[in-house]
Every structure is written in C-alpha cells, then in structure tokens.
C-alpha cells in the first residue's frame, strides 16, 4: 500500500509540473511574442517613409508637384543648423500642406564602399521618427561630395523654393544670406514662401 501510494503521489506531482510548464509557455508566447510583434508593426505603421533616390529622380518627382509650392530641404544628421532648423520644416508642411509639398533630402551617404545608402536608412529614419517628419524623405543615393559639386554647394544645409510652376524662386544657403548669422525658416524661407502663396495661380485651367 506504501508503495503505492507513493507511486500515486509521484505521478500526481508530474502531472503538475508538465501542467506548470505549459502553463508557462503558452504564456511567453502570447506576452513574449505577440506583444512586441504587435507593437513593432504600430511602430512600423507610424514611422515616416525614407526613398533612396539620386538627386535627378528627386527633381522628377517633384516635378509632379505642380500646382503647389514646393520647400526642398537638402540637409545631414551630421549638420548642426539642419537638425536645428528641421523641426521647423516639419512645422511649414503642417501649418500648410495644403497649399505646400515638403521634401527633405538626406545627404549622409559619402560614398565609401563598404557603407552603401542603405546603411544609412536607420540613422536617418530614427532622426524622422523622432521629428514626426512625414514628407517626402529622401536618402540621396549620390554620394555628398560628388552632389555638392554637382549642384555647387559648399555643404548643408540649403533649401530650394519652387512655385506652383516648378521654376526655381531662390535657393538659401548660409553663404547666400549674410545678414543674418544663419539660414532660418522664420527668417528666410517661411516668408517667402507666403508671399508666393499670396501670388495668384497663373496657371492655365
């Protein structure tokens, strides 16, 4: 009878560890797996949208943004007035996305061969993530001097301002506003881009 029972009590105290165990893991999965799945596609749903294009894609596309006027930011995480004044993009196409296309345009890629645009995706998604950027993002797939040159900038930042017919109004660069100590939206960009909104649509219907 001994033997049995304890026969009996050793079976009895398996069946409550394997029931335990499983316990234990039907909850790791629910709470382990699917909550950080779940909240990783939130964050994937609200994080802003990064292109890698060169800097003549670029112009095509905003091309198709005729009818508006358009603020091209060309700017670099590395660039301490362009992280300072970015927020201030983000607040322009806010207050007027109707009327106004945004476009920021990353220049972080520097050519090297062991770091393609790519590699620089997360960097500079993290920094729009961060400023709630959701405008037409661009990693430039053009390495920055090689771009510099092209366009003739000594570095970031620079914004161009397009009319609502894609002609080229002005292009603002720290070289090309010495009265002020450096390129801002408040003093700078903003105004003119009202007074081209003031401007009458010209175009034909």
């Known amino acids: 009878m001994r033997i049995w029972r304890t026969t009996f009590l050793t079976w009895l105290a398996w069946l409550a560890v394997a029931g335990l165990g499983g ?3 039907s ?6 797996e699917g909550g950080p799945r779940s909240e990783r596609a939130s964050l994937a749903e609200s994080a802003p949208t990064v292109e890698i294009l060169s800097w003549d894609q670029t112009e095509k596309r905003r091309e198709q943004f005729r009818g508006k006027v358009v603020v091209l930011d060309v700017w670099s995480t590395y660039c301490d007035p362009c992280v300072r004044e970015f927020p201030n993009l983000v607040k322009l196409q806010e ?11 990353n220049t972080d890629f520097s050519g090297a061969k062991d770091e393609p645009p790519e590699s620089f995706r997360k960097r500079v998604q993290e920094f729009l993530t961060a400023r709630k950027a959701r405008l037409f993002n661009v990693l430039s797939s053009d390495p920055s001097e090689e771009f510099y040159t092209k366009i003739r900038l000594g570095g970031p930042p620079a914004v161009f301002v397009y009319d609502r017919q894609g002609k080229l109004v002005k292009r603002f660069d720290n070289s090309q506003v010495p009265k002020t100590p450096e390129l801002t939206y408040k003093n700078d960009v903003v ?11 010209t175009r034909r219907p």
């Open 191 to 201: 105004p003119l881009v009202e007074r081209l909104l003031a401007q009458p649509d």
């Open 23 to 25: 316990c234990v893991r």
């Open 27 to 32: 909850t790791a999965m629910v709470g382990g």
């Open 95 to 105: 207050r007027l996305g109707d009327q106004v296309v945004c476009i920021s345009f």
